[in-house]
């Protein structure tokens, strides 16, 4: 499995960016998907994601900011991105989890840099 994420750059306090993710290789049909950031020297923090019944979550701290959203038929994943605040810069990642036979594998792209800043 390969994830690409492409999207970030740097937007002012109040703007908005999306982020995108494309998953590649063989992956089996129960698989769970998400968006985390990390920001310098701090630890990696989820910040989105789809539960296995499709439903989705968003750290507190982005909900009705950041919508998630995915095209199954594209194998591609989004992160729309509004009201950035300076406390959103971070690298985000791309995240793809499947447990087939009970044992999980975790997959993670190479990230994309938000930088907010005016």
């Known amino acids: 499995v390969q994830l690409v994420e492409s999207g970030g750059g740097l937007v002012q306090p109040g703007g908005s960016l999306r982020l995108s993710c494309l998953a590649s290789?063989?992956?089996?049909?129960?698989?769970?998907m998400g968006w985390a950031r990390q920001e310098p020297g701090k630890g990696l923090e989820w910040v989105s994601g789809?539960?296995?019944?499709?439903?989705?979550y968003y750290t507190d701290s982005t909900k009705g900011r950041f919508t998630i959203s995915r095209d199954n038929a594209k194998n591609m994943m989004y992160l729309q991105m509004n009201s950035l605040k300076f406390e959103d810069t971070a690298v985000y990642y791309c995240?793809?989890?499947?447990?087939?036979?009970?044992?999980?594998?975790?997959?993670w792209g190479q990230g994309t840099q938000v930088t907010v800043s005016s």
């Open positions: 789809f539960y296995m019944n499709g439903s989705t």
């Open positions: 995240n793809l989890e499947q447990f087939p036979y009970g044992v999980r594998y975790a997959y």
């Open positions: 290789g063989f992956f089996f049909s129960d698989y769970v």
